[in-house]
């Protein structure tokens, strides 16, 4: 029942980012596919991080591009 409450503050934090997370979708590339800024990805992180109460190790951002590698790392 918990990560249900924290799939829903996911989505409800990238939706405020205008980031859908549907199909094919929550795989397209931050950067590349969503043309998002680093400084906006840094913010989504902030704001993912403080929704959950969860604070992620700076290298395994690094390698995050999309969506659902984000969410896995944050349900992990």
Partial sequence: MKKYSQLRKITQVFSEYGIVLTGARKHDHFIFDLRMDKI?????????????????????????????????????
Wanted: proline share 3%; charged share 25%.
């Fill in 40 to 76: 906006f990805l840094n913010g989504l992180i902030y704001e993912l991080e403080y929704a959950l109460d969860k604070e992620l190790e700076d290298h395994k951002i690094l390698g995050v591009n999309a969506p659902a590698q984000l969410i896995a790392l944050l349900l992990d």
